[in-house]
């Protein structure tokens, strides 16, 4: 048992897959908020995701939604948490379906920020609260934002931290000459991403 799982108890959570524009997502939430969101959910990358948030919450994610209903309606242990955490789930996932769709331009879901902490977390918020739908800033400028200017780099490892991928905007940070920078979900999500919100030429196929 991780000493973090020994001081902590154990959280319920739940998840789902929302197939999108960016590729399969999996969305995973606690009765707090949404807490992760993964890029190329194969069945591999899933079932890694899924015993990362084990460790780190104390116990097995439930799947919910239609496949996972009975999952849901099972898992006694921590059955109240379980059912808030299907409920943000629920709310994540009619999110990025209406912002994939072009209709959403800012997330109201609840966040859990479980995963994250420190400098990365800080970054990460001023990311969520400063750089809006539609716009783009540096690396520079979101080290600028945080108080520190010689941090340029650092920010970067932060974007590349990211639990909340699409909610948490890291996407819209590029490099200052016009590169697109680095991204976990691949440069061609990256690309998609942008391009949706009308920051690159949409794709011709």
């Known amino acids: 048992m991780t000493e973090t799982t020994a001081n902590t108890a154990a959280r319920a959570s739940c998840w789902t897959t929302l197939d999108s524009p960016a590729g399969l997502l999996l969305l995973a939430a606690t009765d707090e908020g949404l807490v992760n969101v993964v890029f ?10 899924l015993e990362g948030l084990s460790l780190r919450l104390g116990t097995a994610p439930v799947r919910t939604g239609a496949e996972g209903a009975a999952d849901a309606a099972d898992a006694a242990e ?27 331009r800012e997330f109201t879901v609840p966040l859990d920020w479980s995963l994250s ?6 970054v990460l918020r001023e990311l969520l609260a400063s750089v809006p739908y539609g716009v783009t800033a540096g690396y520079q400028d979101l080290a600028d934002r945080v108080g520190e200017p010689g941090a340029a780099r650092a920010v970067g490892m932060a974007m ?7 909610v948490v905007p890291c996407h819209r940070i590029v490099e200052s000459r016009g ?27």
């Open 160 to 166: 590349g931290s990211n639990p909340l991928p699409v």
């Open 78 to 104: 921590g059955a109240e948490g379980a059912s808030a955490a299907a409920s943000v789930v629920e709310h994540a996932a009619a999110e990025l379906a209406s912002y994939f769709e072009g209709g959403l």
């Open 179 to 205: 590169g697109l920078g680095g991204f976990g979900g691949g440069l061609e999500t990256k690309r998609t991403l942008l391009a949706l919100e009308g920051l690159l030429p949409q794709p011709l196929f």
């Open 40 to 49: 190329h959910a194969t069945a591999a990358t899933t079932d890694r995701a």
């Open 117 to 122: 902490g420190g400098f990365n977390e800080r």
